[in-house]
Every structure is written in structure tokens, then in C-alpha cells.
């Protein structure tokens, strides 16, 4: 089957949220094929820990790809401890070369508590603005949501759980299974 004809898979919202000290993924669990949903309950978001250093890891775009780099960067952080920006640069930079790797696609926020980080085939690696990063088919909603709330009392779960509660409402590809990783610095 061509790729043009396939209906592609959709469905992922992918936040992340830098607020006082603390860092929180949060991903929902929605997977569609064209206009249907496959499953409401996939796992989006994952802590990695290469050699006793914790990295929160959340994915859009196809879950075989995305696991992929996901072991990729673990690779990447076991060769480079502490070194989150670092890795994700290495990352990038094979992505960006390889051909195999070239063909993937999916997005990922990374962090490790002090870094928030956006990595994409591209190569780029990206520290987002306002301490906020959305990917996937709902994240300008989830983005735009905790973006208006930054300024609140809001922890930053709340405002990662509340914005992608707008999300939902609005991507019908994305749902309210949410899996939320939190790493806090002191």
C-alpha cells in the first residue's frame, strides 16, 4: 500500500511543563487510524534511567520510530551522563545524518528536571520559550492553554493536566488517559 493512500495514524498530545523547581511531561493516551480510534490507553510518555540518571521522555508521531530514539538517547545518556542537552544534540545530529534514522517520524520532549527540550528529525534540538512545549496533533491547544495559565498559582502538574483537558475538548485525536512523569529539583 502507498503511503500517500494509507490513512496514517494519529492522536498524541505531548506537554511539557517548567515551574518552580519541577518538571512534568504529560501524554495522552489516544491512538487513532484515519477516524478510528485503536486504543485510548497507550503509554506516551516514559522515564528513562541510563546509569541512575532520571530523563522524562514524552513521544508524538509513530510509537515503532519513537521507541527507536527513545533507545537511541538512552544510549546517547549512558555515553554521556548528566549531560541531557548534550546526548540530545548527539541525537539529533543522527538523526539528521543516517539513513535509516531519516525515515523515522516522531518528536520528543525530553528533560531531566534543569533542561526542557524539544528534539525533532530536523535536527533540532529546541529549548522552548515561557518554560512550555507542546507536540503532537493537540499541542498548539495544549500549549496555548498553559501558556495562559504560567502566570497562576498553578503547580505545574496542574497546569499540564488542565491544559491538556482543553486539549482533549478540542483535538478529537486527543483523549483524557493522561500519563504524567514528574522530576523535581530542589
Same mark, same amino acid.
Given at each position: ?19 518552580? %523547581? ?11 487510524? %484515519? ?16 546509569? %541512575? ?24 545518556? *549512558? ?10 544534540? *548527539? ?56 501558556? %495562559? ?8 502538574? *496542574? ?28
Amino acid at each position: 500500500m502507498e503511503k500517500e493512500s494509507f490513512p496514517g495514524w494519529h492522536g498524541t498530545t505531548i506537554i511539557g511543563v517548567k515551574k518552580a %523547581g519541577e518538571v512534568v511531561i504529560a501524554g495522552d493516551g489516544q491512538v487513532s487510524l %484515519g477516524q478510528t480510534v485503536i486504543k485510548g490507553t497507550a503509554r506516551k510518555v516514559r522515564r528513562l534511567s541510563p546509569g %541512575g540518571f532520571d530523563v522524562v521522555a514524552g513521544f508524538a508521531g509513530s510509537t515503532a520510530d519513537a521507541f527507536t530514539l527513545l533507545e537511541r538517547l538512552e544510549a546517547k545518556l *549512558e555515553a554521556m551522563p548528566g549531560q541531557l542537552a548534550r546526548a540530545s544534540v *548527539e541525537l539529533a545530529k543522527d538523526w539528521r545524518t543516517d539513513k535509516y534514522l531519516q525515515k523515522l517520524e516522531a518528536m520528543l520532549i525530553v528533560t531531566d528536571g534543569d533542561e526542557l527540550l524539544v528534539i525533532t528529525g530536523a535536527g533540532d534540538v529546541l529549548e522552548p520559550e515561557h518554560s512550555v512545549a507542546a507536540i503532537g496533533s493537540g499541542g498548539n491547544f495544549a500549549l496555548a492553554a498553559a501558556r %495562559g495559565m504560567m502566570e497562576s498559582d498553578l503547580s505545574a502538574e *496542574e497546569i499540564a493536566r488542565k491544559s491538556m483537558a482543553i486539549a482533549a475538548d478540542i483535538c478529537v485525536y486527543t483523549n483524557g488517559n493522561l500519563t504524567v512523569e514528574k522530576i523535581s529539583k530542589d
